[in-house]
């Protein structure tokens, strides 16, 4: 089952804004949109964002998604050392009947 | 404070079989459906398997199609994958996770490590 194509690392200074891409099909990111997730080494990933730019309660408003046509993109603002991460995007398959993941981006901050 | 607790995991030879369990706590676990997604390690997220909450709708990974079954008991607040001719490849730290309505990948569990190997 293809996947959807996130680019493999991003650096970034402290403080400023970073924008991570996820790049999909018509079926998927273009069909019902894109999740979010956060990631730190070893431990279970956090959802960030759901179906496009809604935020899960306790998020913060420095994360914020959005979409044109078949690419998501989670913006990060004001950078902070804890933002160091991997992140995923996911959406909904409607022609594999499955959901599929992005590859993940490494998130440094410098 | 919605809690996922798994147990299960370890290690088992090429072709053995092996079941995860999830325990839900202070979850309203008849409304939400719920995945399991796996992570090779050094490597990135995957969807396995999502069963709905009323049990109607299953839906696999085309690789584990046939070989995994994705279960619950709403009675127990349990959700289970029973892994059967385990191959190398499906070496990896298993998460379940809830989903309710449009909102996927909300809480998870602390994961499993699923090791095959001889």
């Known amino acids: 089952q293809a996947g959807l194509t996130q680019p493999p690392s991003v650096s970034k200074d402290l403080g400023q804004t970073a924008r991570l891409a996820c790049t999909g099909t018509s079926n998927n990111v273009g069909f019902q949109g894109a999740a979010w997730l956060q990631q730190h080494q070893g431990q279970p990933p956090t959802l960030l964002s759901f179906?496009?730019?809604n935020r899960p309660t306790g998020i913060s408003e420095k994360f914020s998604a959005s979409r044109s046509g078949n690419t998501a993109s989670l913006t990060i603002t004001g950078l902070q050392p804890e933002d160091e991460a991997d992140y995923y995007c996911a959406a909904w398959d409607s022609s594999l009947h499955a959901w599929v993941f992005g590859g993940g981006t490494e998130l440094t901050v410098l | 404070q919605v809690q996922l607790v798994q147990s299960g995991g370890g290690v088992v030879h090429p072709g053995g079989s092996m079941t995860l369990s999830c325990a839900a706590f202070?979850?309203?676990?008849?409304?939400?459906?719920m995945h399991w997604v796996r992570q090779p390690p050094g490597k990135g997220l995957e969807w396995v398997a999502a069963i709905s909450n009323d049990e109607k709708t299953i839906s696999y990974k085309d690789s584990v199609r046939g070989r995994f079954t994705i279960s619950r008991d709403n009675g127990k607040n349990m959700l289970y994958l029973q892994m059967t001719s385990l191959r190398a490849e499906d070496t990896a730290v298993y998460y379940c996770?809830?989903?309710?309505?449009?909102?996927?990948?909300?809480?998870w569990g602390q994961g499993a490590l699923v090791t095959v190997s001889s």
């Open positions: 202070r979850l309203t676990f008849t409304k939400h459906g």
């Open positions: 996770t809830t989903y309710f309505g449009d909102l996927n990948f909300d809480y």
């Open positions: 179906r496009d730019n």
